[in-house]
């Protein structure tokens, strides 16, 4: 198992994390959604790439780099490091592991 396939199951079990919590607190139905549908596919990506498909790990690329547009731009509307700030910041480092399999 590659660094590729730890860091799109990790982040994408983040995200559906995130997405419980931020239903919890706020109950905002969106969060539950799209971290429960970006979590999945993530975790979805991982275990192609366990499989040996190489598009695994391309799926798991896009869906991270529209994730960290997604949490980039929150952070700059709301201007508060939690979660937004979080959650670009381990994307960006997710995004580093990833990018570094598809070309290392």
Known sequence: M??????????GIL???G??????QVSSKASLISGSISGLLLIFAGVIQLGGQAWGLILATVITVLLVIVFAIRLAKTR???PAGLMAILGLVTLGVMVNQLFG
């Open 80 to 82: 508060k490091f939690m």
């Open 15 to 17: 995200a559906i994390v």
């Open 19 to 24: 997405g419980i919590i931020g239903y919890v």
């Open 2 to 11: 590659n660094l590729g396939i730890i860091a799109a199951i990790a982040y």
